[in-house]
């Protein structure tokens, strides 16, 4: 098999494809977050891309940094397996000014990406019909057209003295605790997050130390964790 040369995308397969599109997005941005700034993150739900996913970084150092930790890492219940992508995104391209309007790109499925690496398809295609159906598949929304964007918005001050237990508050129902533990629990010291009995939208975290409690709350606190919603990290009083 050729090697793919660095990317500053990486490529995210083997993903829960049961899990929504947003928390699978914003699940995604809080691993990656930890290894440099991302740009976009694209999941899409269309047949012949279920259970992947790309992540565009500002700079190959990151996304070689990503894709060094979090491969083979448990992501709801499976692990993840990364490589880089095989071509620029439209979000790089756009930024360095090699995006061609009249090029559209195509988010390519897994079969597709194995003939262009050269590895044969070991299962055949039963009949001409199969594949004429998967030609008539929609074609897939631009890298750069992803939904709302999630991430860190402005950091709020926070009065509270520095403590090893931080509060969390303003998320969704719909928002799990494993959810909340994929975004807490990348930062060492982690010891394990408790969501508030008879409260919604309320959690508790705990750390081993106050500083390592402080390094989470500094990168999560305003965290868009939907659209619409910005978590609350403060230091528990």
Known sequence: MAAIPPNQTIYIRNLNDHIKKDA???SLYGLC?????????VTLKTMKMRGQAFVVFSDIT???????????????????QIEYALSKSNKVAQLDGTFRFDQPHQHMSARKRKELMGIA???PIADAEEEQAAKRREIEQDMD??????????????????????FVSNF?????????????QQYDGFKELRLAEGKAGVAFVDYLSPEAAASARDVLDGFKISPRRAIKVEFSR
Do not use: C, W
Not at 33 to 41: E, R, T
Not at 146 to 166: C, H, I, K
Not at 173 to 184: G, P, W
């Open 24 to 26: 699978l997005k914003q």
């Open 33 to 41: 977050i930890a290894y440099g700034q991302v740009l976009d993150i």
């Open 62 to 80: 990151a996304a070689t940094a990503a894709l060094r930790q979090l491969n083979g890492r448990q992501i709801f219940g499976k692990p993840m």
């Open 121 to 123: 398809n070991k299962r």
């Open 145 to 166: 057209e992803s939904d709302d964007e999630v991430g860190p918005q402005m950091p709020t001050s926070d009065q509270a003295r520095p403590s090893a237990t931080l």
């Open 172 to 184: 969704p129902k719909s928002v799990s605790q494993e959810m909340l533990m994929e975004l807490f």
